[in-house]
């Protein structure tokens, strides 16, 4: 799997946007990106994921570079809730099975 | 539905102890995997199934583990004999296509198991 590069901590206030970085400078033109959280004491859980256009969903948006060879996941309104480790994860579409978390981004939210 | 069930959610061994972790995954899921968390190495994919059947098992670390699904409800993951260092978050997961396909994996609540 294509490695990705994410920054190791951020910090965000609440209510306000969150844009969450992800390089992914070896990704093929066939890997699909992908995004889990994973709340403190919680098993991750899926945000989002897409492959070359932005995604929109109840959770968050997925912004791709044009090259693909970074994405931006955002929280548009942060809530104390949304602190925790966010995964950015490519997948080969010959991969069916297997998804390959890198260490993430632990997101902290200030009251 | 429940989510998938995850059992026991804390285990504390001895050292050469055989542990038993059991996952109950959603109904209709066809695809079930392993995961282990550590702090030193984060989450890692120890094994997954496809209808049963055991598709990848590369990430087992050794032989002391191993992994059963004996029907699409229930698997185990079984560590013999039990080390310290096995000390770990173990998550299950389920996905009802190929990840692919939905992009969701959808995850237990995990099991904390303590080697002493």
């Known amino acids: 799997d294509a490695k990705t590069t994410q920054p190791n901590s951020m910090e965000s206030n609440e209510e306000e946007p969150v844009h969450l970085p992800c390089n992914h400078s070896?990704?093929?033109?066939?890997?699909?990106i992908h995004w889990y959280r994973q709340l403190p004491s919680q098993g991750p859980e899926y945000v989002i994921h897409?492959?070359?256009s932005n995604v929109n969903n109840r959770m968050a948006s997925l912004a791709i570079a044009e090259d693909r060879k970074s994405s931006t996941l955002i929280l548009h309104r942060a809530t104390l809730r949304d602190a925790a480790v966010y995964y950015c994860?490519?997948?080969?579409?010959?991969?069916?099975?297997?998804?390959?978390f890198g260490q993430g981004t632990t997101l902290q939210v200030k009251p | 539905d429940a989510g998938v069930i995850q059992s026991p959610r804390h285990e504390v061994t001895e050292m050469g102890q055989e542990v038993t972790l059991r996952c109950k995954p959603i109904?209709?899921?066809?695809?079930l995997f392993w995961y282990r968390q550590t702090m030193m190495r984060g989450l890692e994919l120890l094994i997954y199934?496809?209808?049963?059947?055991?598709?990848?098992d590369s990430g087992m670390p050794e032989d002391r583990f191993s992994a059963k699904m004996p029907n699409a409800s229930f698997s185990t993951l079984k560590i013999q004999p039990s080390e310290p260092r096995d000390s770990a978050v173990y998550f299950c997961?389920?996905?009802?296509?190929?990840?692919?396909?939905?992009?969701?994996?959808?995850f237990g609540e995990g099991s904390r198991l303590t080697v002493l």
């Open positions: 997961a389920s996905s009802l296509y190929p990840v692919l396909d939905t992009g969701e994996l959808f």
């Open positions: 070896t990704i093929s033109g066939t890997d699909y």
């Open positions: 897409g492959l070359t």
């Open positions: 994860i490519l997948r080969e579409p010959s991969n069916t099975g297997k998804l390959i």
């Open positions: 109904s209709g899921h066809d695809y």
């Open positions: 199934f496809n209808n049963n059947v055991p598709i990848d």
